[in-house]
């Protein structure tokens, strides 16, 4: 399974739009990997997990070819993760020749993307929306999907998901903080290739709430090893990150490295 990480920052991106935080321009004067666009990740080049405001931006910078995308997994509706008016660009005679796209969210992004496009126009889009529910599994393509249910938002039944090909299987945790005590009972008996999870206050230690620190993550981590989920070949990354986050990619991969952790950056390719 390849995965590939084409942008790894919170809403705001970093280096923030509008802002002038320390943070923000040691980011900018270190350029390369400390710039991160807003999250999205791309499973085998065909099945897109999330769909930002960026994901124009990803595709000309990736080189990709979004006509051949088949399934977008969306985790909630918040519009860093759902910006539902780029899927009407999926018609003519905004594009020609697209692969039909599945996409699978929750209710609160199926009402926002039927609040954009009338009936006839998802259908003349070559789309389909599918309400997706927390521990029920279904299959795109060759791989089962099974949605967990995140530490999120109270307004909405935010997801994240478990993919896998019947070979391997990846667990893409974002967004969530530690994880619900039911979303625990659901990963008894699994095991991952990958973990990738979400570390969106990286330095501010101890944050666990809706978003985790890079400390919560080593945790949540930790419980993984405990319950025989992951093992000494899985790949354990940390992504997903905000500019209050005080620390920039150069600055946290020795913490990172201290608990034996990953951190992504916009464009990293990761194959297991």
Known sequence: MKLQYLGTAAAEGWPALF????????????????IRTRSQALIDD???????????????????DAGHWTGALITHAHSDHFYASDFAMHRPPFSHDAAPMEIYLNRMA????????????IRQNGLSFHVVDNFVPFRHDRYEITPLRADHDAMQDAHF????????????????GFFPEDTWTHLKGRH????????????LLTHRNG???????????HRLEDMGCIDAQTRRIVNHFSHNSLKTYDELLPMAEGYGLEV????????F
Do not use: W
């Open 161 to 176: 998901y478990i993919i896998s090909d019947g070979s391997k299987s990846l667990l893409y945790a974002h967004d969530t």
């Open 110 to 121: 199926a009402y926002m993307a039927k609040d954009l496009m009338m009936e006839s126009q």
């Open 46 to 64: 065909t099945l897109v997990i999330d769909f930002p405001p960026d994901t124009y931006m990803h595709i000309l910078n990736n080189g990709l």
């Open 264 to 271: 992504s950056y916009d464009g990293m390719i990761v194959e």
């Open 211 to 221: 978003h985790m620190a890079i400390d919560v993550c080593a945790e949540v981590v």
């Open 192 to 203: 991952f290739n990958c973990v990738s999870l979400d570390c969106t206050y990286g330095a």
């Open 19 to 34: 802002c002038e935080c320390d943070n923000c321009k040691r980011a900018k004067m270190a350029g390369g990997r400390n």
